[in-house]
């Protein structure tokens, strides 16, 4: 494992995110077609999420890729598993702390799905590190 490789990894693998929500919905919707307007809000929506996606990304990312790697601990499979579960529970607290207003009681759906959309940004952000800078699947360099 080379440093400037988890560098790089680090640098790439927040855009992860914003890309694939960008490329569905360019794919997805009639975004190119509909209007002349229409593709300058989806560029601004994708900067605003690269804008969102990397100080958090790289918040809890480098931590977690900090414990792993210090604890020789860093292999693909932890990586994905821990940047799902931390996903997921930034998912929950961004839910507790915008979305749930006293006064309003939320359905079980949208306790559960905002989580786990976060956890599956999380997991897939982590493949994308470690396709990057290369991981072994199972045991540390």
Known sequence: MRPWRIVLAILLAPATGPLIYSVSMLLGSGYPYSGPGHME????????????AYPVSIGLGVSLVAVLYFANKLTTWNCIVWASVAGAVGG?????????????????????ILPAIFGVLGGLTASTFC????????KPD
């Open 92 to 112: 929950f607290a961004f839910f507790r702390r915008l979305v749930d207003q006293p006064g309003y009681t939320p359905t079980l759906s949208e306790v559960l």
């Open 131 to 138: 396709l990057i800078a290369r991981l072994k699947p199972r």
């Open 41 to 52: 809000k989806h560029l601004l929506s994708t900067v605003s999420l690269v804008a969102l």
